[in-house]
């Protein structure tokens, strides 16, 4: 399989599924290069004990959020923006839009004004297609483990020592092969990790992140031709409506890249706040 003249093996080539959630011919090496030496996190593997979601519920304390009432529509002019939502309307004096691009592309959320140059910028930029689920068994893993499953039906499978509970987190090809294993009955486990073959699924626990309409997938790869458009959608509109997350920020697409994509865009808010 080729990517940028070479050819990669298909274990190389399931690699970069899991690792950029987008098959080998579609990646940009240019790309990928970019992504990784923006990145300043470093090597390694971080997450917040008891679940991301504890994070932006600190940072939201105190603050009007109404989860599960989605934005439907966004009207604005210099200084004034004016939000559509299920349950009435919202106005404000600025308005931070952090939706994947895909939700504008397709209408899902629509935004009064919008550029020719963003409007293609939210179509060119793509999440590539991702299945999480937490199996719990009926008995501990015995010892802690990241496993990367080759053959590409279950992507990367975590388990921790003395925990009941295994992360299955599948992109690419092997989300579509996670999500229709999953319609029959839990992932089998057993192919990879060993122990977990004598243990009986007591639950499963999905997110569907390439079947839900406001995520589209995992994250946004660095697609082949489509390198402008990071930049292109991070623009202000008028110094009045600003885009956040992921796609809009340098690096590797991940967690840190939605974090500091939201310090830059308060940053432009404040500044053109005046403050």
């Not at 990517?3 to 080539?13: E, T």
């Not at 011919?25 to 997450?47: Q, T």
Request: proline residues 8%; aromatic residues 6%; hydrophobic residues 45%.
């Amino acid at each position: 399989m080729p990517v940028a003249g070479r050819l990669v093996s298909g274990d190389q080539a399931e690699w970069l599924r899991q690792n950029w959630a987008a098959d080998p011919e579609s990646l940009s090496a240019a790309g990928m290069a970019a992504g990784r030496l923006a990145d300043d996190v470093g090597e390694g593997r971080y997450a917040i004990r008891g679940g991301f979601d504890r994070l932006p519920g600190a940072l939201a304390h105190g603050l009007d959020v109404r989860p599960g009432c989605p934005a439907r529509s966004i009207a604005w002019s210099p200084g004034r923006v004016e939000a559509r939502l299920d349950d009435g309307a919202v106005t404000a004096a600025a308005a931070v839009v952090t939706v994947p691009p895909p939700v504008v592309a397709d209408g899902t959320l629509t935004i009064a004004g919008l550029p020719d140059r963003k409007r293609a910028a939210a179509e060119s930029l793509r999440l590539g297609d991702a299945w999480c689920g937490v199996v719990t068994l009926s008995r501990p893993a015995p010892e802690s483990a990241v496993v990367f499953d080759a053959e590409g039906g279950l992507g990367f499978v975590t388990c921790t020592a003395g925990s009941t509970r295994v992360l299955v987190v599948a992109k690419a090809r092997a989300a579509a092969r996670a999500r229709e294993a999953a319609r029959e009955g839990p992932p089998p486990l057993g192919r990879v990790l060993p122990w977990a073959g004598n243990a009986r699924p007591e639950h499963v626990e999905a997110a569907d992140w390439g079947a839900d309409a406001w995520a589209t997938g995992a994250f946004t790869y660095p697609r082949v031709g489509a390198l402008w458009a990071r930049a292109a959608w991070a623009e202000p509109m008028g110094a009045t409506v600003f885009f956040a997350g992921e796609a809009t920020a340098p690096g590797v697409p991940m967690v840190q890249a939605a974090m500091a994509s939201g310090d830059r865009a308060a940053g432009e808010v404040l500044e053109a706040a005046g403050r």
